[in-house]
């Protein structure tokens, strides 16, 4: 039964996973990626590019160390140049793991189970990425510590009312449950892959980080009681974090900033490009790793009915803002607006709107939905978009309160270069992680197979006492 | 299954018990050995170098009574507190105890004119600005910052001088306020009720505008 249709009759639903006959089989096939001696050609390609840019990361961050930030195009009144740009973008990417891994867990929607922890692993490399920038924009880096309030000879604290403050909190919580998280999921497979190693060497790191699971009926209870509660903690974060994020600017009083949309319009970009991610990631790794079978045509669909609705949710949020600088009868607020779409950078504008309104629109078909080179398309045009929208956000600095310092901001090619090194930071991570962890929730992806479920005759139900279902149930 | 298993061993059980207490301890360690180890007042305080001359400022500014501007003579318009010159030394040692042997560096410096090279024992970093003037005109006594000098025989530093030490007082500055023309008496204590001296120290506030600056700029200028 090979088929990768996306029909759904009412009342029924496809099979989560594909192709597969017993829960053993699925195991091998999961850690395919980590097992096989030799990992394709491809992988060593990819890591080889992903970790010379992010060597190059290193040296730029040393040479930005050492020559001071003004090696970044950062200039009044451009303060927060691409720095910011990139944390923002970087943390928004973070947010569809969470968002895969605690609410649609809660919601019990089962399709999260193929894509949740290489989506949550990604959630844990873009924050790393993006917690990166505004480590390095302090200037002082050796002073880097101050962001947190460590009692000290000086008596001196940071700024509680400031709301980058909050963000070292917010965004340090976030990676912290994140990252609690992801490795308790992965306890179990880490023990399958501990009891299925071949050398010492992995044994010995699988045994050491999977705890000493031994899969006992207590062990499953308090892994899932543990997992419930975790799940339930990150859920407000997903809210939180971006809307922390928000603040910066919101806080701030400027006008185009200064408006009690942004944290709800930040939380739904910031899923919308973290799906986007997904998508990015997921289509070329099913291809290359054979994972076909679990990240099947619905979970991208499904995936792609999200962006659908976030992006439209964003679409609103921008035109929404320029009706209240219209409705408010604000002069500065109206003139930020029209001097985004008309301006010096309206160029950036357009690229914004196109990419993360007008192109999502493509998913109200299925046709759309379910082609590989048109979602590869649209997720594409939604990682630039997100990316140009807080480039749009960041850029209304240009025009600031005296027109004589009014300025264009040119990016230093360190800006650039710090940006796209980033991308190789992410993705040596990345390739790293598929190697070596198993990229889907191996135990929680049986559960949701029919062989998995008691009631059901593959899973072993008494077909003596069932309604007459049983033909065809595996003894 | 793969050829290798990896078993904890038993003692491993004790990890548990011991992560834990070092997790609940550690921190407590940790921010003992910040706030006390690393702070000035272990690290700066009673620093007491030894000087090229073996000056008793317990016998000139404490028996003797010379008032600490006789020698520190900037103390007032400048933001520096001057070192004296040997000439200083020698206003008095021209006549007294001229043959002593302890002053023999003062007298070989009179007549080299290579100055004395005393050892500064109050040395803020070089990032800071701070102004004697400021604090000397408006009422804050040498002995705030400098301790009973009057007793010492040698110097040594008895407060702490750091950042924190600085603004404890520029956010409550009051209880180190007196009368301008008390500031050099170090053994002054105000004579009367808790309650007059409050009222003591808010008129000086008031009547010297005092509203000290927290501001970065203030000391790092």
């Known amino acids: ?475 | 299954m793969g050829r290798y298993h990896y078993v904890f061993p038993k003692w491993s059980n004790l990890l548990l018990p011991g992560a834990l207490l070092f997790g609940a301890t550690f921190p407590l360690y940790a921010i003992y050995v910040v706030a006390y180890g690393f702070s000035p007042a272990t690290t700066d305080v009673g620093y007491m170098p030894k000087q090229p001359i073996p000056y008793s400022h317990a016998l000139h500014a404490g028996e003797l009574g010379i008032d600490c501007r006789y020698c520190h003579n900037t103390v007032e318009d400048a933001a520096h507190a001057a070192i004296p010159p040997t000439q200083t030394c020698m206003n008095c040692h021209a006549h007294i105890k001229k043959d002593s042997p302890l002053i023999q560096p003062v007298r070989e410096s009179w007549e080299t004119g290579e100055p004395i090279r005393w050892v500064r024992v109050h040395d803020l970093p070089d990032y800071s600005y701070f102004n004697h003037s400021v604090h000397v005109n408006r009422g804050v006594s040498c002995v705030s910052c400098h301790g009973r000098v009057d007793l010492m025989e040698e110097v040594w530093q008895e407060e702490k001088l750091s950042m924190g030490w600085c603004l404890e007082c520029h956010r409550n500055p009051e209880p180190h306020l007196r009368d301008p023309s008390l500031v050099t008496n170090l053994a002054w204590k105000f004579d009367g009720e808790a309650k007059e001296e409050t009222e003591y120290h808010a008129k000086l506030r008031d009547q010297f505008a005092i509203n000290p600056s927290q501001d970065c700029s203030a000391c790092h200028r």
């Open chain 1, 1 to 475: 039964m090979k088929y990768e249709s996306v029909w759904e009759g009412p009342g029924e639903r496809l099979p989560l996973v594909d192709n597969h006959d017993s829960l053993g089989s699925v195991t091998k096939e999961v850690l395919r990626a980590a097992e096989v001696p030799k990992p394709p050609i491809g992988w060593f390609i990819g890591l080889g590019v992903a970790s010379t840019l992010a060597s190059c990361f290193g040296l730029l961050i040393g040479y930005l160390i050492f020559t001071g930030v003004g090696v970044w195009g950062n200039q009044n009144p451009v303060m927060w140049g691409f720095p910011i740009v990139n944390f923002v973008f970087w943390v928004g990417i973070g947010h569809a793991g969470t968002l895969i891994s605690a609410i649609l867990f809660l919601f019990r929607q089962k399709w999260r189970t193929a894509i949740n922890r290489f989506a949550e692993a990604m959630t844990i490399f873009a924050v790393i990425c993006a917690g990166t920038f505004p480590g390095i924009h302090v200037g002082r880096v050796w002073l880097a510590y101050w962001l947190f309030p460590i009692p000290n000879q000086m008596e001196m604290w940071p700024q509680f009312r400031s709301p980058l403050l909050w963000d070292v909190f917010a965004v340090s919580t976030y990676f912290t449950v994140s990252l609690l998280f992801w490795y308790l999921g992965m306890v179990p497979d880490l023990a399958t892959m501990r009891d299925r190693a071949n050398t010492k060497l992995k044994a010995f790191a699988y045994g050491f980080f999977s705890l000493g699971w031994r899969g006992s009926t207590r062990h499953w209870h308090r892994y899932e009681r543990a997992y419930l509660l975790l799940a339930a903690l990150a859920t407000p974060l997903v809210l939180s974090v971006h809307s922390v994020v928000s603040f910066d600017f919101a806080v701030s009083q400027l006008p185009g900033w200064h408006t009690t949309i942004f944290p709800p319009y930040f939380v739904a970009g910031a899923v919308f490009g973290g799906f986007a991610m997904v998508v990015t990631l997921a289509v070329p790794a099913r291809q290359i790793w054979g994972l076909k079978n679990f990240i099947t045509m619905r979970h991208l669909e499904n995936m792609n009915k999200i962006i659908l609705l976030t992006g439209s949710i964003v679409g609103y949020a921008y035109s929404m803002e320029f009706f209240i600088a219209w409705y408010s009868q604000a002069p500065y607020e109206g003139f930020v607006f029209i001097n985004r779409a008309t301006g010096q950078h309206a160029w950036a504008y357009w690229i914004m709107i196109f990419c993360n309104v007008v192109s999502p629109q493509l998913f109200w078909f299925r046709k759309c939905r379910t082609s590989i080179p048109i979602m590869m398309f649209v997720v594409m045009c939604v990682n630039v978009g997100m990316w140009f929208e807080r480039f749009v956000i960041v850029l209304s600095l240009e025009q600031d309160f005296l027109p004589a310092s009014w300025a264009y901001f040119t990016p230093s090619w360190v800006d650039w270069a710090m940006m796209l090194c980033s991308f190789g930071l992410f993705f040596t991570l990345f390739l790293l992680f598929i190697r070596f962890l198993p990229v889907i929730a191996i135990a929680e992806i049986k559960t949701v197979m029919p062989q998995g479920d008691p009631h059901d005759p593959l899973g072993g139900a008494d077909h003596h006492h069932d309604h007459g279902s049983a033909e065809g149930g595996q003894e």
